[in-house]
C-alpha cells in the first residue's frame, strides 16, 4: 500500500508560483511512477504531469508545457510540481497518484491518489 498526501496548494495572483509536494509512504515508493493530475468544477479529472521510476523521464500536457516541472526526490519520498506562470484557467483541485504501471497519461492506470490540494489563480 502507498499513502499519498498532497500540500502547497492555495491563493496566488495570475504570473505568480506554486510548489505543490505529495508526500508517500511505503516501502517501495522509488519503484512507483508519480504523476499529477487536476479537476476544475464541471470538468473530467485531467493529466498534468508524470515522472516515471525507471530513468526519471518526465511528461506533461500541452498546456502547462514550460510552465510546470515535476520532480521526485526519493530519499524524502516526496514529488513535486513547480508551477510558475500561473493562469486562471490553472485553477483546480491538483491530485498527486501513483503508479506501478505504464500509460502515464491514463488516470485509470494509477493505484493510489492523494486526497487532493486547491490551486486557485485569481487575476
Known amino acids: 500500500q502507498v499513502q499519498l498526501v498532497e500540500s502547497g496548494g492555495g491563493l496566488v495572483q495570475a504570473g505568480g508560483s506554486l510548489r505543490l509536494s505529495c508526500t508517500a509512504s511505503g516501502r517501495t515508493f522509488s519503484n512507483y511512477g508519480m504523476g499529477w493530475f487536476r479537476q476544475a468544477p464541471g470538468k473530467e479529472r485531467e493529466f498534468v504531469a508524470a515522472?516515471?521510476?525507471?530513468?526519471?523521464?518526465?511528461y506533461y500536457v500541452d498546456s502547462v508545457k514550460g510552465r510546470f516541472t515535476i520532480s521526485r526526490d526519493n530519499a524524502k519520498n516526496t514529488v513535486y510540481l513547480q508551477m510558475n506562470s500561473l493562469k486562471p484557467e490553472d485553477t483546480a483541485v491538483y491530485y498527486c497518484?501513483?503508479?506501478?504501471?505504464?500509460?502515464?497519461?491514463?488516470?485509470?492506470?494509477?493505484?493510489?491518489w492523494g486526497q487532493g490540494t486547491q490551486v486557485t489563480v485569481s487575476s
Open positions: 497518484a501513483a503508479t506501478r504501471g505504464s500509460g502515464y497519461y491514463n488516470p485509470y492506470n494509477y493505484q493510489y
Open positions: 515522472i516515471n521510476w525507471i530513468d526519471d523521464n518526465t
